[in-house]
């Protein structure tokens, strides 16, 4: 069982940059990949980005993000990162960590087995 702690969330303007990160605990680090999530009101949860278990190793964006956000991870610090550029009113959302069920990456749901509690992004316009 992994415990996925989140924080950075917060309020940017249109075109801005925020990071948010994940601190985890539990399995040993580099034994899982990470990704990142996100959910909007009245939408489902949607896949952002995920990093398999090496630090600097394979990474996967939604094409919503990519060239503009970038997943990456510490495995010292048992931590995961999510760097947001140029950020969008539409990438308003609950972000979350999530810790794959294996070192394999994935891009689905399904793929991870243990979540945080979210952290909030709102982008004003």
């Known amino acids: 069982q992994v415990t996925l702690v989140e924080s950075g969330g917060g309020l940017v303007q249109t075109g801005g940059s925020l990071m948010v990160y994940c601190t985890t605990s539990?399995?040993?680090?580099?034994?899982?990949?990470l990704g990142w999530f996100r959910q909007a009101p009245g939408k489902e949860r949607e896949f952002v980005a995920a990093?398999?278990?090496?630090?600097?190793?394979?990474?996967y964006y939604a094409d919503s993000v990519k060239g503009r956000f970038t997943i990456s991870r510490d495995n010292a610090k048992n931590t995961v990162y999510l760097q947001m550029n140029s950020l969008k009113p539409e990438d308003t959302a609950v972000y979350y960590c999530?810790?794959?069920?294996?070192?394999?990456?994935?891009?689905?749901?399904?793929?991870?087995?243990?979540w945080g509690q979210g952290t909030q992004v709102t982008v004003s316009s």
């Open positions: 999530a810790a794959g069920r294996t070192a394999v990456v994935g891009t689905h749901l399904g793929d991870f087995g243990s």
């Open positions: 539990g399995r040993t680090f580099s034994d899982y990949s």
């Open positions: 990093i398999s278990w090496r630090s600097g190793g394979i990474t």
